[in-house]
């Protein structure tokens, strides 16, 4: 009866940044529990391998591309899911990321343009898709935040601006939108991505430098965040307003580098 509860048979999922890393992971989990999955993400390819690896596993998946930044996407991606399936049960705002700068290097178009990827589209999405969840009674939003939203980090101000702004978005939206639909953040440490990759890749010892201040000693997988993030847009989950820490048990950044004192 509790495996049951977390089955999404029949249900369809919005996920934003769903080629590669943290998106893949939520879709390729989502689609094991039985949810249609519409994969979105600027480039075609990365989002035509994750759905040809949910077809391939027996699920189903469709890509639809889209680049979050423009408004005019995302209100084709809503339109575009409700014209294929006629529902939305669920929307994952994972696409995001970061350039790091230091405070003083930062210029007002890359402090925007970090709030707008992060944060804004998370808000564009939400709202173009919520009219059609709360017709139905029911649905579930899922942002995806980072350590970043609640520690501060040097060379990161703009990041973590914008992911603080993201969840402070999860708690009211999720008042707004209550009791129909829920909404609930989930705030990442170091996921083993192919950006994270690429970092280990270029900076020898950095992984076990890492590692080492991290309460529990390891990297999180794509599919961690996509069994909370499956919990979370469960049969009778009760939570709304939340922030998951899927971190490992940060208390404090674990940057094995940091910058020098200005």
Not at 56 to 67: I, L, N
Not at 210 to 234: F, N, Q, R
């Amino acid at each position: 009866m509790a495996l049951e509860r977390l089955r999404l048979d029949g249900q369809v999922a919005i996920i934003t940044g769903a080629g590669r890393g943290v998106g893949r992971g939520i879709a390729t989990v989502f689609a094991e529990a039985g949810a249609t999955i519409v994969c979105s993400a600027r480039t075609r390819t990365e989002i035509d391998e994750t759905v040809a690896m949910i077809e391939a596993a027996g699920g189903k998946a469709v890509a639809v591309t889209a680049d979050v930044m423009k408004k005019a996407d995302l209100d084709a991606l809503v339109a575009t899911t409700m014209e294929r399936f006629g529902r939305i049960d669920i929307v994952v705002n994972n696409a995001g990321g970061i350039v790091y700068r230091p405070f003083l290097e930062i210029s007002e178009e890359e402090f925007r343009f970090h709030f707008d990827w992060n944060t804004t589209s998370s808000f564009l999405l939400s709202q173009a898709a919520a009219p059609h969840m709360l017709k139905a009674g029911r649905g579930s939003i899922i942002n995806i935040s980072s350590g970043a939203g609640h520690l501060g980090i040097r060379g990161m101000l703009s990041y973590c601006v914008a992911k603080g702004a993201t969840e402070q978005l999860t708690r009211a939206l999720a008042q707004e939108l209550a009791p129909k639909i829920r909404v609930n953040c989930l705030a990442l440490g170091a996921i083993m991505t192919p950006a994270l990759q690429q970092t280990f890749d270029m900076q020898e010892g950095y992984r076990d430098k890492l590692e080492a201040l991290t309460p529990l000693k390891t990297v999180g997988t794509p599919e961690d965040i996509g069994m909370a993030a499956l919990y979370l847009c469960s049969e009778g989950c009760y939570a709304t307003s939340a922030i998951y820490h899927i971190d490992g048990g940060l208390q404090d950044t674990n940057l094995p580098f940091r910058l020098p004192d200005l």
